[in-house]
């Protein structure tokens, strides 16, 4: 069967490294995954006071996208040694309120990017202390640390560099064996 991926970008940059390497992947169109993007630009930053019948529409609609998917692969930069505020954020208002979780037990990857050196080590391994309380099952290998990420792709989202192409193509392998995993495994 197949199943419904969402991504989660962590830059609202239109230019971004990460947005490049989600339409990358769309267009890879690997055997029994489909993904989409999910938008985190609209979402007001969260506020228990909000949390009420009167919730801002952007969280609901954002807690029913998560929903409606299989699973999510979250594309994420590096700020300051961790995930860009608008990643926390998403996930902070997709966490609640208590109880109702919106990505709990969804199985998850991450692959994270930075044009320096240590693709993003920092925010991936934030993400994933995060991760752990949401109770989502994370693909821990391979692990995607995508460095240089200003070099990497040509015309649109191509990925010009043949050792990253072939590495991420490997990478989406291994993500859909894993959800298949995992969901029979909650089945
Ligand atoms: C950055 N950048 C950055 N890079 C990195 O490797 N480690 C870091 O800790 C930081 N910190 C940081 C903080 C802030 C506030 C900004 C704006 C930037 C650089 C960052 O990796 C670079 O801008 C990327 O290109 C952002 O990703 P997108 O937008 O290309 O996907």
Not at 52 to 71: C, K, M, Y
Not at 92 to 104: L, R
Request: proline fraction near 5%; glycine fraction near 6%; charge should be positive.
């Amino acid at each position: 069967r197949q199943y419904n991926i969402g991504i989660i970008v962590g830059s609202l940059r239109k230019a971004s490294y990460c947005l490049k390497m989600a339409q990358f992947i769309r267009q890879a169109r690997p055997q029994n995954l489909r993904y989409s993007l999910i938008s985190i630009e609209e979402l007001p930053i969260y506020n228990e006071d909000l949390e009420t019948e009167s919730a801002p529409v952007a969280w609901l609609d954002f807690r029913n996208a998560i929903r409606h998917q299989d699973g999510i692969l979250f594309i994420t930069p590096e700020y300051n040694r961790s995930v860009p505020a608008v990643l926390k954020n998403a996930i902070d208002i997709g966490s609640a309120p208590h109880g109702k979780n919106v990505f709990e037990s969804k199985p998850a990857a991450i692959i994270s990017l930075s044009p320096g050196k240590m693709g993003a080590f920092g925010a991936n391994h934030h993400l994933r202390q995060s991760l752990v309380f949401l109770n989502m099952p994370v693909m821990q290998q391979p692990e995607a640390y995508i460095g240089n990420s200003a070099e990497i792709f040509g015309q649109g989202c191509a990925i010009q560099v043949e050792s990253i192409r072939h590495f991420i193509t490997q990478f989406l392998e291994a993500f859909s064996a894993w959800v298949v995993r995992q969901k029979k495994e909650l089945n």
